[in-house]
């Protein structure tokens, strides 16, 4: 295998991947086994993660990212094992808000919209990133004798970059059957700065930081959305999930040395339109 073939490579590695069992969470864990890594996949349902076991080889692990003991306790037992050598952070809430009462009884209006959904996307999608970029980033640190190895990945979306366009969430009748809630994208932009932060922070180490933003992945939408939404997109299309796994594994790998602090944006274009 050539130089440039084998910078892909992860046999030996070992990486870690939150949100494992979710649609990308899947495809991850599954890039990463194809690169030849050892995946440590962590998710708060244990069901699904037996489920996943089921088909493909990965190391299920049962973790709240919101819980900074229980991420502590998961982390240092992986690292007890060996070097971390990469960190997928892709646990998230992906509120949806439709007409027949939002979200935990609220309204899908703005000025009725429950302070605890807001405040579980927070949690989640910032805070458990947080803490497991925490966690990981202190076991990396001690990596390399002390100066540091390891790459770090987070999930972002094309919601961090542009406000979501509510008009695909409107059917065929022109009802707005359908909301995406401000607590998404808000979150998803504060993915990327704190990613943007982390990796100034870890400057002239062997610790890098970036951030796939991935656009809408097909996952048996309503034809009419699906329809909607790839209008809005140059290829005209939704992606497959798995088309997003050789961009993990090329931010995962030394494929990507060279490259932190950055956002690698994979959404069929719906961000230049």
Same mark, same amino acid.
């Given at each position: 295998?050539?130089?440039?073939?084998?910078?892909? $490579?992860?046999?030996? &590695?070992? !990486?870690?991947?939150? *949100? @494992?069992?979710?649609?990308?969470?899947?495809?991850?864990?599954?890039? #990463?086994?194809?690169?030849?890594?050892?995946?440590?996949?962590?998710?708060?349902?244990?069901?699904?993660?037996?489920?996943?076991?089921?088909?493909?080889?990965?190391?299920?692990?049962?973790?709240?990212?919101?819980?900074?003991?229980?991420?502590?306790?998961?982390?240092?037992?992986?690292?007890?094992?060996?070097?971390?050598?990469?960190?997928?952070?892709?646990?998230?809430?992906?509120?949806?808000?439709?007409?027949?009462?939002?979200?935990?009884?609220?309204?899908?209006?703005?000025?009725?919209?429950?302070?605890?959904?807001?405040?579980?996307?927070?949690?989640?999608?910032?805070?458990?990133?947080?803490?497991?970029?925490?966690?990981?980033? $202190?076991?990396?640190? &001690?990596? !390399?004798?002390?100066? *540091? @190895?390891?790459?770090?990945?987070?999930?972002?979306?094309?919601?961090? #970059?542009?406000?979501?366009?509510?008009?695909?969430?409107?059917?065929?009748?022109?009802?707005?059957?359908?909301?995406?809630?401000?607590?998404?994208?808000?979150?998803?932009?504060?993915?990327?700065?704190?990613?943007?932060?982390?990796?100034?922070?870890?400057?002239?180490?062997?610790?890098?930081?970036?951030?796939?933003?991935?656009?809408?992945?097909?996952?048996?939408?309503?034809?009419?959305?699906?329809?909607?939404?790839?209008?809005?997109?140059?290829?005209?299309?939704?992606?497959?999930?798995?088309?997003?796994?050789?961009?993990?594994?090329?931010?995962?790998?030394?494929?990507?040395?060279?490259?932190?602090?950055?956002?690698?944006?994979?959404?069929?274009?719906?961000?230049?339109?």
């Amino acid at each position: 295998m050539g130089d440039t073939l084998s910078s892909f $490579e992860m046999t030996g &590695r070992r !990486a870690l991947v939150t *949100g @494992a069992a979710g649609l990308l969470g899947r495809e991850f864990c599954g890039a #990463l086994l194809d690169a030849g890594a050892e995946v440590f996949a962590l998710d708060l349902d244990g069901c699904r993660l037996e489920a996943l076991t089921r088909t493909m080889d990965v190391r299920p692990v049962v973790c709240d990212i919101t819980d900074s003991g229980d991420v502590s306790s998961c982390v240092e037992s992986i690292a007890a094992g060996g070097d971390i050598d990469a960190l997928v952070a892709s646990a998230a809430v992906d509120p949806k808000v439709d007409d027949t009462g939002g979200i935990h009884g609220g309204s899908p209006r703005f000025s009725a919209y429950p302070r605890e959904a807001w405040e579980r996307s927070l949690v989640v999608n910032l805070t458990g990133t947080f803490l497991v970029a925490q966690a990981v980033g $202190e076991v990396m640190e &001690r990596q !390399a004798g002390g100066r *540091g @190895a390891g790459s770090i990945v987070t999930i972002a979306s094309t919601y961090g #970059l542009a406000a979501p366009d509510q008009r695909i969430y409107v059917d065929e009748t022109g009802s707005q059957r359908a909301y995406k809630p401000l607590d998404y994208p808000t979150t998803k932009a504060g993915v990327l700065g704190f990613s943007r932060a982390l990796a100034s922070y870890y400057r002239q180490t062997g610790i890098r930081v970036n951030t796939l933003t991935p656009g809408g992945a097909y996952n048996g939408q309503d034809p009419g959305f699906v329809e909607r939404y790839s209008a809005r997109t140059i290829m005209g299309r939704m992606a497959e999930p798995g088309e997003y796994r050789a961009a993990i594994v090329f931010l995962c790998s030394e494929a990507s040395s060279y490259m932190t602090g950055a956002n690698l944006v994979v959404d069929g274009g719906w961000t230049a339109l």
